[in-house]
């Protein structure tokens, strides 16, 4: 039985376990109305802005939540175009698939709400996403979702850098989130070694740096 294999059949049962609810269309996922919460943050069950997410947990309130897919997107082919539709009627307006989306179709997506941008990212390579990040911070712009297979690994390294860049976490404090988030899955060549090799790609931007009341309306509690 090979590693990949225990990986993703322990992922699997992982996500099965999580009883996930459905979209929650009267949850206002644009509103900056203060830090999530720890519970919040690592929780398995938050209301989810479009059927089939898994995981769906804030980062930067308001601005950037975190997933995966229910089973894994094991096709590669990313948000569907009925996700897309669903999560920019609930204002969102852009999402990252984090390194997995070899299948994926990018592009834009127009709804009664406005439009919605997808686009590529990876873990290893953070500064895109963390400029537009800022660039929803600082024009008010709709929430980013940024994903990856399973919502464990990928997409929470880039939560964690987030946290760095915009909150003035430490990156052990950031490491340790990201460890606490991943649910006990198991990483390939050990889980610290993971996440210490996509933080040395990583170096907070001065000149992205927010306000401190931005980082009030944003950041956990």
Partial sequence: MTKSFNLAASLAVAVSLAGLAGPAAATDFTS????????EMLARSNPSPADGLAFVRPVLTGVMYRS??????KSRTGLS???RGQLCE????????????KNTDYGQTSCGSGAFSYESARSSRPAAVMKAVHDKITSNGGPLLVHCMWGVHASGALSAMALVQFCDWSEARAKTYWDEARNGAPC???CNAWID????KFKADPK???????????CPK
Avoid: E, M
């Fill in 197 to 200: 090799a996509k933080f040395d």
């Fill in 81 to 83: 175009t009925a996700q």
């Fill in 32 to 39: 900056r109305s203060g830090g999530a919460s720890q519970t």
């Fill in 68 to 73: 995966g897919f229910k089973g894994g997107d």
């Fill in 208 to 218: 992205l740096k927010i306000s401190a009341d931005q980082q009030a309306a944003i």
């Fill in 90 to 101: 609930a204002g969102f307006s852009g999402a990252f698939y984090a390194d997995f989306g």
């Fill in 188 to 190: 390939s060549g050990g």
